[in-house]
């Protein structure tokens, strides 16, 4: 049974930065970070795929960078400049095909689904 493993996430002030990372235990084609905080609907955060192509929110770009391993099953979001607006549960998501009727920041593009850390950012 496929799995995600999620780590990193935690409490931090304003302006500085966490680290998430999560680990599947099989090769994906496309992984991604969705957040939701308390009242809001899901937000795609950042997805990256096989090629290496990477999409991200507008609210999140020049501040967060996602990475992933060769073998497409480890995946890891770096949050620099975090603000208040950040604090959500953060989900990572997981999708073992292409599917190119969903955009990569859309969430029913994805098959697989991580518990959720928090994270937290005090101004």
């Known amino acids: 049974q496929l799995q995600l493993v999620e780590s990193g996430g935690g409490s931090v002030q304003s302006g500085g930065s966490l680290r998430l990372s999560c680990t599947a235990s099989?090769?994906?084609?496309?992984m991604a970070w969705f957040r939701q905080a308390p009242g809001m609907e899901y937000e795609g955060v950042a997805a990256?795929?096989?090629?290496?192509?990477?999409n991200y929110a507008d609210s999140v770009k020049g501040r967060f960078t996602i990475s992933q391993d060769s073998q497409m099953t480890t995946m890891s979001l770096q949050m620099n400049s975090l603000e208040p607006e950040d604090t959500a549960m953060y989900y990572c998501?997981?999708?073992?095909?292409?599917?190119?009727?969903?955009?990569?920041?859309?969430?029913?593009?994805?098959?697989?689904w991580g518990q959720g850390t928090q994270v937290t950012v005090s101004s």
């Open positions: 998501a997981a999708a073992p095909n292409y599917n190119p009727s969903r955009s990569a920041l859309n969430s029913a593009a994805y098959d697989f």
């Open positions: 099989v090769s994906m084609y496309r």
């Open positions: 990256v795929d096989q090629t290496g192509s990477s």
